[in-house]
């Protein structure tokens, strides 16, 4: 199993970034894909999560409308596009891949190693 992340770097505030997830070696239609994130200091929280076989979408709060969550099924693939990014965003960004969403968030079996979204202000 494998999910590869890409797509951080450094932004400054009000800019945008689309991180990538590229995943392989599991039943993609029979898994949710999500992500999370990890700020220096702080616990690693949800973010998003989709389920690409029925094109469930879930967005943690502080997202309020800047992030989209997305799939391309066809390459196995989820995206997260994020607008309107705030020195706070800055974290590192995980990838997970899970069977269960339980309260509205992803339960992980597996996980990616991250990318890095820095946020300049």
């Known amino acids: 199993v494998q999910l590869v992340e890409s797509g951080g770097g450094l932004v400054q505030a009000g800019g945008s970034l689309r991180l990538s997830c590229a995943t392989s070696g599991f039943s993609f239609d029979d898994y949710a894909i999500g992500w999370f994130r990890q700020a220096p200091g702080k616990e690693r929280e949800a973010v998003s999560c989709?389920?690409?076989?029925?094109?469930?979408?879930y967005y943690s709060s502080f997202v309020k409308g800047r992030f989209t969550i997305s799939s391309d099924n066809a390459k196995n693939t989820v995206y997260l596009e994020m607008n309107s990014l705030k020195p706070e965003d800055t974290a590192i960004y995980f990838c997970?891949?899970?069977?269960?969403?339980?309260?509205?968030?992803?339960?992980?079996?597996?996980w990616g190693r991250g990318t890095q979204v820095t946020v300049s202000a």
């Open positions: 997970a891949a899970g069977v269960a969403i339980i309260s509205r968030e992803l339960l992980p079996d597996y």
């Open positions: 989709i389920r690409p076989s029925d094109g469930s979408i």
